[in-house]
């Protein structure tokens, strides 16, 4: 509705002005659409707020309709991942601010999209851009979405803490993702296929590091998380995740081949974490190299630091610049399976080079029962097979050691209170060229 002047006047903004009959002043003339117009825009408000029928006796109905919100709250009628509103009236375009109010009739299972009035679907994100993840849009909830200019934003949900956007979601069963360097899908996909399910978003992550972040979305609230990861030589060093809530996240690549799961890190570790709780890793070769001064890694091929408790096993550890195994600060490792050592760890000004470097409190082990078998396929040459210091602690025997011969380097190194346990097994236990030693209070057993 525009302004309507006075009838006669062509100054599309000139005011009405009242008749003086004693200054013999003429009374503007209002134009029909002055009066019709104005009564039909409120009564159509009042229509699409669904307070109908317009009546005389209540002449509070515009601001009931304006207290209703019904013109931006209606029900979804659409599926899963898919929503869709008719709104009254209907906007005519997107615009930036658009609320949308909406129960939902479908829990979604991912990414999902929003479509208003037939305008076409836009994507629902929280607010740093990423997109939903499955159990977000709970079925029966009451969510607010705001449209930025490119995507409806999630405001606020009627769930509380697990509707609102970027909180935990806390798992309900265990979970498997997958990733896929050569089918995947970082933006479009939700990780929850092998395969993408035709006319879906069904279908594999592109990237672990993609995994990870969908992960720490969630409490895993004493469920697992399955991630295996295909054959690929392509994918990049990542973190784990830090999901909070008692579980377990298995890495699985390739037990059987684990060459053909390759992680390379590149000015980063292969594999790091901090206060990633507890994980289990198989089935990849792990291989770091690069600066490390350009983000602060240890450049292994795992890094770990503290509340991480890491099981590692059936793996190849190809060449790193810092140590293969840098575990650090509280946290643990516990190795069995077999482990391959493939390639040299020389160290780096900022990091001594070999097989293991524990340090700052931190225990790495294995289960007697189960006792790792060490496999050195080539000659290799590392700084130390074993470091303990700062009061880390090496508690490790093999099953069995082939290839014995083929580490060329120092057998241990204990100082400052770390402690090296073989099991009583003797000082040229562990392979290496070259004699151990302690110093500053060291020890080993």
Not at 143 to 156: E, P
Not at 372 to 399: K, Q, T
Request: glycine letters at 12%; one cysteine or more; charged letters at 10%.
């Amino acid at each position: 509705m525009k302004y309507n002047q006075p009838y006669g006047v062509s100054d599309p903004d000139a005011p009405y002005v009242n008749g003086n009959p004693s200054t013999g002043t003429m009374g503007s003339i209002p134009p029909a659409a002055s009066i019709e117009y104005p009564q039909r825009e409120i009564v159509n408000l009042i229509a699409s707020a669904g307070l109908t029928p317009p009546d005389n006796a209540d002449l509070h109905q515009l601001s009931r309709a304006v207290q209703s919100m019904l013109m931006n709250a209606q029900d979804d009628a659409g599926t899963a991942n898919a929503y869709q509103v008719t709104m009254h009236p209907a906007p005519n375009a997107y615009y930036k601010y658009l609320m949308v109010i909406c129960a939902i009739g479908n829990a979604n299972t991912g990414p999902s999209v929003l479509n208003v009035n037939a305008l076409g679907p836009k994507p629902i994100v929280h607010i740093d851009g990423s997109a939903l993840s499955a159990g977000e849009l709970r079925q029966n909830a009451i969510v607010a979405f705001v449209f930025d200019g490119v995507n409806f934003q999630m405001v606020w949900s009627s769930t509380g803490v697990i509707g609102i956007p970027g909180a935990p979601i806390f798992l309900t069963g265990n979970r498997t993702l997958y990733v896929n360097w050569a089918t995947g899908d970082d933006a479009n996909y939700d990780g929850s296929a092998a395969a993408l399910v035709a006319g879906t978003i069904h279908g594999p992550f592109k990237t672990p590091q993609r995994a990870t972040n969908e992960i720490n979305k969630w409490n895993l609230n004493g469920f697992s998380v399955t991630v295996r990861v295909a054959d690929s030589q392509n994918y990049g060093g990542f973190r784990l995740p830090s999901a909070p809530g008692s579980g377990i996240v298995y890495w699985i690549g390739n037990p059987a081949a684990p060459a053909n799961v390759l992680i390379t890190g590149v000015d980063v570790d292969a594999i790091g974490c901090g206060d990633a709780g507890a994980q289990d890793i198989q089935g990849f070769k792990l291989t770091s190299g690069g600066n490390p001064l350009t983000n602060g890694h240890a450049l292994s091929a795992l890094s770990t630091a503290y509340a991480s408790n890491i099981t590692l096993h059936d793996v190849i550890l190809g060449s790193c610049y810092g140590p293969m195994l840098s575990i650090a600060r509280s946290s643990a490792l516990t190795l069995y399976g077999n482990i391959t050592l493939a390639g040299n760890a020389v160290g780096n000004p900022y990091s001594p080079g070999g097989f293991i470097n524990v340090y700052f409190s931190a225990l790495v082990q294995y289960n007697s029962l189960i006792a790792p078998n060490l496999i050195i396929p080539n000659p290799i040459n590392l700084s130390y097979f074993i470091v303990a210091s700062i009061a880390g602690s090496c508690a490790l025997g093999f099953n069995s050691i082939t290839n014995y011969g083929n580490v060329n380097g120092t057998k241990f190194l204990a100082q400052t209170n770390g402690v090296i346990d073989s099991g009583g097994r003797g000082v040229g236990y562990y392979p290496g060229t070259a004699g151990g030693s302690t110093a500053s209070g060291g020890q080993y057993v």
